[in-house]
C-alpha cells in the first residue's frame, strides 16, 4: 500500500522547535517532489515548502523562510521539516504529499501547483505554538 505518514508534531512555546517526519511506505521517493502543507483551524490549506526525491531542490513561502528546513533521508525513505523560531501563526495540522516531479516542481512555481498534481497525502500531524 502507497503511504506517507507524518509524525513529530505537538505542542511548543513560541521560539521553540519541532522536526516533522514524512516516512514513506510502499514506493521510493526517486523522481517524486515532497511538499508540505499546513492548515490552521479555520483556514484554507496552504502550501510550506517542496524538496525534491534526491534533495538537490528545495522550495519555501516566504512565511517560513530562514525558520523551516526540509531535508531528506533516503535510506530510511523519509522527509523532515525542521521547524525553528515558531511562532503562534504557525499553529496548524501539517500535511506532507508526494507528487510526480513530471508534474510537480520545487521552485517558486509550487506556489502556483494545483494540489491535485500531489496525489499521495498523509493524514496529518498536529502542532500547536502557544504563545
Known amino acids: 500500500e502507497v503511504q506517507l505518514v507524518e509524525s513529530g508534531g505537538g505542542l511548543v512555546q513560541a521560539g521553540g522547535s519541532l522536526r516533522l517526519s514524512c516516512a514513506a511506505s510502499?514506493?521510493?521517493?526517486?523522481?517524486?517532489?515532497i511538499g508540505w502543507f499546513r492548515q490552521a483551524p479555520g483556514k484554507k490549506r496552504e502550501k510550506v515548502s517542496c524538496?525534491?526525491?534526491?534533495?538537490?531542490?528545495?522550495f519555501y513561502v516566504d512565511s517560513v523562510k530562514g525558520r523551516f528546513t526540509t531535508s531528506n533521508d533516503n535510506a530510511k525513505n523519509t522527509v523532515y521539516l525542521q521547524m525553528n523560531s515558531l511562532m503562534p501563526e504557525d499553529t496548524a495540522v501539517y500535511y506532507c504529499?508526494?507528487?510526480?516531479?513530471?508534474?510537480?516542481?520545487?521552485?517558486?512555481?509550487?506556489?502556483?501547483?494545483?494540489?491535485?498534481?500531489?496525489?499521495?497525502w498523509g493524514q496529518g500531524t498536529p502542532v500547536t505554538v502557544s504563545s
Open positions: 510502499g514506493f521510493t521517493f526517486d523522481g517524486y517532489a
Open positions: 504529499a508526494a507528487g510526480r516531479l513530471s508534474l510537480v516542481s520545487c521552485s517558486n512555481s509550487f506556489k502556483y501547483t494545483p494540489e491535485r498534481y500531489l496525489g499521495v
Open positions: 524538496i525534491t526525491g534526491t534533495g538537490s531542490s528545495t
